[in-house]
């Protein structure tokens, strides 16, 4: 059986995160394995607080793992400082695995940051170059590029920016941009990949994305194909949401 890692914080709801994203690789047919970056105090109306897991500790969680397991491929989700992104660009350097697909998580949809100062610009100097494929949202592409995405050119822009610091595709996923559920995959070539927009609020759909490519990367398929498939993924998970607590929906996996 494929592996794919998780290198993701907690979700106490199982909507998102690394809980989410186990789901996922399960689904997949992929054995899932996971490291905890933090643990959040969260519920389907928003992340309250957030506790990164002390850098030893996180870098001993890799280390061991990657001792014994070699992943088919890696999901990076939410990663809070930026000594822990410099400790992953290490290992991953050191161990010299592949099919990296990231996650650039900046700020829950509560609002809450999810990073520390510095951290995404760590990403973009340490982690974007050695990955296969980045999936920010818009709000995340804007703020990783500083460019203002109102229209279709502008994600394009955004999307040739991206691809400009290092990674080998870039998929914008622009769910609130429009009425269709518009994602921008950019390798050198554009590709727009559409779907008709499911009303609602939904928790981990970011999640539930980027773990799907990995998961279709981890079975061969190409950057492009794992895009596809993935979003095919997300949008029957969404058709099937259902709502536990007082918030948002949590997609059916």
């Not at 690789?25 to 957030?50: D, K």
């Not at 050119?153 to 999307?159: L, P, Q």
């Not at 559409?194 to 981990?204: A, Q, R, S, T, V």
Request: negative net charge; hydrophobic residues 40%; charged residues 20%.
């Amino acid at each position: 059986m494929k592996t794919a890692l998780t290198i993701a914080g907690s979700d106490p709801t199982g909507g998102a995160g690394l809980q989410i994203d186990l789901k996922v690789f399960r689904a997949l047919e992929v054995h899932g394995l996971s490291v905890i970056s933090a643990i959040t105090a969260q519920n389907t109306e928003g992340v309250y607080s957030v506790l990164p897991v002390e850098k030893n500790f996180f870098e001993k969680q890799i280390t061991i793992l990657l001792s014994d397991i070699r992943p088919d491929a890696i999901k990076i989700g939410m990663i809070y400082s930026s000594w822990a992104v410099e400790v992953v660009a290490k290992i991953l350097k050191e161990y010299s695995l592949g099919n990296l697909v990231i996650d650039p998580v900046t700020v829950s949809s509560s609002g809450t940051s999810l990073v520390d100062n510095g951290t995404l610009n760590a990403l973009k100097e340490n982690l974007f170059p050695l990955s296969k494929l980045i999936t920010p949202n818009i709000h995340e592409a804007s703020m990783l590029t500083g460019i203002m995405i109102k229209d279709k050119k502008s994600m394009e822009n955004t999307a040739k920016a991206l691809k400009d610091m290092g990674p080998e595709a870039v998929v914008i996923t622009g769910g609130h941009l429009e009425q269709t559920a518009s994602d921008l995959y950019y390798d050198g070539e554009l590709h727009t990949i559409e779907c008709p927009k499911i009303e609602g609020e939904y928790h981990g759909t970011g999640c539930v994305f980027s773990a799907a490519v990995a998961a279709f990367l981890a079975h061969g398929y190409t950057p492009l194909e794992s895009v596809r498939k993935a979003k095919d993924f997300v949008n029957n998970a969404i058709k099937k949401a259902y709502h536990p607590g007082k918030g948002m929906g949590l997609l059916y996996i």
